[in-house]
């Protein structure tokens, strides 16, 4: 199947940092998702992106569907402690691709 | 909460046992979705439906059997399992997979530990 290549696999970062990670993909998707997972939760969708350039915000998170359609990113602005979890792209052509995750923890 | 649910929430069985995960959607989607989830790899599609139909089977091996009832239910039959069949199994649902808006709501899994 296609594969997402996701970075950073993790990040350990100071509370009121920002942080930024990116999905990258040899193929073309119509649609970029970002997801967030908790531990021993599914993932929840945090922003969905459908047209290339498109720049979406969700509170402190803002995500980036690329002009090449073959990337995403999403940067956290001043991360807090819940923010904590392991953060998934996913890409829709036909089927939904995932990315294999970044694990971000923020220390106090 | 996403508006799928999923029971259990934890499963160990054994080998030779027969067990069934459920997957409810109150969102009024049209298609839904098993995937497995195994640790350090991404998550692995094993079977789609849309509007009852199974429309995707990822080469998924026998002893794992779907069925979907409706449009708001879905079912994993599982019968001698394997031990790295052992993962966290999520269920999910969209809209209709011909839909442009077609992004997927995840349930909480279940996670499941075969010995």
């Known amino acids: 199947g296609q594969q997402l290549n996701q970075s950073p696999q993790s990040m350990f970062i100071q509370e009121g940092e920002d942080v930024s990670m990116n999905c990258t993909s040899s193929s073309i998707f119509n649609t970029w998702l970002w997801y967030k997972q908790e531990p021993g939760e599914g993932p929840v969708l945090l922003i969905a992106?459908?047209?290339?350039?498109e720049l979406t915000s969700n509170g402190r998170l803002t995500a980036q569907f690329g002009i090449t359609r073959k990337d995403s990113f999403l940067n956290i602005s001043a991360s807090i402690p819940s923010d904590v979890g392991i953060y998934f792209c996913?890409?829709?052509?036909?089927?939904?691709?995932f990315g294999t995750g970044t694990s971000l923890t923020v220390i106090p | 909460e996403t508006g799928v649910t999923q029971t259990p929430r934890h499963l160990v069985m054994g080998m030779t046992n027969k067990k069934s995960l459920k997957c409810e959607q109150h969102l009024g989607h049209n298609a839904m979705y098993w995937y497995k989830q195994s640790a350090k790899k991404p998550l692995e599609l094993m079977f789609v439906y849309n509007f009852k139909e199974q429309t995707e089977n990822n080469s998924v091996p026998s002893r794992f059997s779907p069925e979907c009832p409706n449009s708001s239910h879905l079912f994993l039959h599982l019968h001698t399992l394997q031990p790295e069949d052992s993962a966290l199994y999520l269920c999910a649902s969209s809209q209709d997979r011909g839909y442009v808006y077609n992004e997927q709501f995840f349930g909480p899994g279940t996670r499941l530990t075969v010995l």
């Open positions: 996913a890409g829709q052509s036909r089927e939904f691709y």
């Open positions: 992106l459908y047209k290339a350039g």
